[in-house]
């Protein structure tokens, strides 16, 4: 039986946050840091503030870009007036994937207890892109990453894995016409 092989696809990193710069946004670091140890490119990383529009307008450009499977934004998933990232980008979700945010909270647990709850960490496929949405600590960055993007982004990753995915979400796919 042969192993797969590892495909690397674009990727966009959009970090949410009024604070942050690049020098100064470790969490948008650690997600392109993985990313690109995995073997996937790079292909934008931008921070803009929690502004709703800001945020789709980011985000619509890299799904607009055939070039771009996978966005993976960090910040503003949490519970206060200014965590608007779930808001901005439910408009432009065509699936949600539940089971993205019910894991992340599940994993969580272990490090924070019942504070988990107060994540809205989620996932979407928008059209034919995937959308990860991340909290803005490092902590759960690191364990969305390690734990469980590690093996969805990696074609080789049994039983399944979204990288497999994406010639079925994809409209040059003739099998998924």
Known sequence: MSQKAFVAVGCAVLTVSDTRTLETDKSGAIIAQRLETMGHKIAHREIVTDDVAR??????????DPSISV???TGGTG????DVTPAALEPLGTKHIPGF????RMLSFRDIGTS?????????LCDETFVFMLPGSTGAVKLAMDEILVHQLDARHRPCN?????????????AAQ
């Open 55 to 64: 945020i789709q307008g980011a985000v619509q450009g890299w799904l607009d």
């Open 116 to 124: 988990t709850i107060q994540s809205r960490a989620e996932a979407w």
């Open 101 to 104: 945010g019910e894991l992340f």
């Open 162 to 174: 979204f990288i497999d995915m994406l010639p079925r979400v994809r409209r040059t796919d003739p």
């Open 79 to 82: 519970i206060t007036r200014r």
């Open 71 to 73: 966005v993976i934004t």
